[in-house]
């Protein structure tokens, strides 16, 4: 019988994952939210039904390892994304925005980063030097 895995609150009342299933649902989510993917397209993706999908996401039952297989490769994802959680916030934060991310948006923040981060260095570098900008 299918369980359903509810979240829990902890002494500070922040919300806690009960299980990697739970953490799985909700990056599920997020990247349906980023890339405005329905419920029927995903399912239809996966060769399921749309209700299958829908208690899935509702946490009414927990998915076997191959349908989150399925499921991360309809997002260009390998299943680990899924699971993968930092343990610091912001970093934690700024990945699941990054996971939602369309390829595209992907490659776009990349680029971005990686351009604050070489001037980040050559700021840092000038000010070891003793150089002016």
């Known amino acids: 019988m299918p369980r359903r895995v509810e979240p829990r609150v902890d002494d500070r009342g922040r919300l806690t994952t009960t299980s990697l299933d739970y953490v799985a649902r909700e990056r599920i989510k997020q990247w349906m939210t980023a890339t405005r993917t329905t419920q029927v397209s995903l399912a239809n993706s996966i060769n399921r039904k749309q209700a299958s999908m829908s208690r899935y996401l509702g946490g009414e039952y927990d998915a076997d390892l191959e349908t989150l ?44 980063v990686r351009e604050l981060a070489g001037e980040s260095a050559r700021r840092s570098k000038q000010s070891s030097d003793g150089s002016a900008r």
């Open 69 to 112: 297989r399925k499921i991360a490769a309809v997002f260009g994802r390998q299943i680990s994304a899924l699971f993968d959680t930092p343990s610091d916030p912001e970093i934690a934060e700024l990945v699941s925005h990054y996971n939602a991310l369309p390829a595209s948006g992907r490659g776009l923040v990349l680029d971005l």
